[in-house]
């Protein structure tokens, strides 16, 4: 069952354009909701997370539209850079975890973006 | 300040055999977790070590352990590999236990490869 859903699989824009991928998840217990970024060979690296609390999120370049009601999330990012050209993936998780320790992350399966120059 | 360092970074394994992979968390953090990348399945979560202590699991068979260590390294442990346990597998760790309120860092992973 995959819980948290991610779409598109590939994006192709323009240097100077809006990438835009959207999130959905199921489990409503999910109230920390994080993106990452992976570059070939790397590991995921946090771009911005979110809590249910806001709607909106802005970092530099990058924003993370919220819909509770919908169970949506999207990453938005401006003014879009060939060095922004990676894997970006999202993620759900408890913010905290009853056990304890840290809840694991759910992720999407992942958006590959191309900027094009 | 060091990142979170994995170990080996490359490894091939034949079917049936056991693996030990490492991981150094950043210095301070107390929290490290273990994920599985593959092209097929994606990111998913094996399990989480707290304080030397097990705390959160995945839904992996048994056949996939860990543990952590007292200045909070931890290792992963695969026995009776099988093929499609290749994968990129990463260590991420994190200050304390609340995932919100510290986020996780990445290693660059360890590749296995089983034939």
């Known amino acids: 069952q995959q819980q948290v859903k991610q779409s598109p699989q590939s994006l192709i824009v323009q240097k100077g354009g809006i990438s835009i991928i959207n999130c959905a998840y199921e489990?409503?217990?999910?109230?920390?909701f994080p993106w990452y970024q992976q570059f070939p060979g790397k590991g995921p690296a946090l771009l911005i997370a979110?809590?249910?609390?806001?709607s909106e999120k802005k970092e530099g370049r990058f924003t993370i539209s919220f819909n509770k009601s919908a169970k949506q999330f999207s990453l938005h990012i401006m003014d879009s850079q060939p060095g922004d050209s990676a894997t970006y993936f999202c993620?759900?998780?408890?913010?905290?975890?009853?056990?304890?320790?840290?809840?694991?992350?759910?992720f999407g399966k992942g958006t590959h973006l191309i900027i094009q120059p | 300040k060091a990142g979170v360092t994995q170990t080996p970074r490359y490894l091939i394994k034949t079917r049936g055999q056991q693996v030990t992979l490492s991981c150094s968390p950043i210095?301070?953090?107390?929290?490290v977790s273990w994920y599985q990348q593959t092209p097929g399945q994606g990111l998913q979560f094996l399990f989480e070590y707290f304080s030397e202590t097990q705390r959160n699991k995945g839904n992996f068979p048994g056949r996939f352990s860990g543990r952590q260590f007292s200045n909070s390294r931890s290792e992963m442990n695969v026995s009776t590999l099988e093929l499609g346990d290749s994968a990129l597998y990463l260590c991420a760790s994190s200050l304390g236990a609340v995932t919100a309120a510290y986020g996780y860092t990445f290693g660059s992973g360890t590749r296995l490869t089983v034939v």
């Open positions: 979110i809590r249910p609390d806001v």
């Open positions: 993620a759900a998780s408890r913010a905290r975890y009853s056990g304890g320790g840290a809840d694991g992350l759910t």
């Open positions: 210095s301070g953090h107390r929290s």
């Open positions: 489990n409503t217990a999910f109230d920390y």
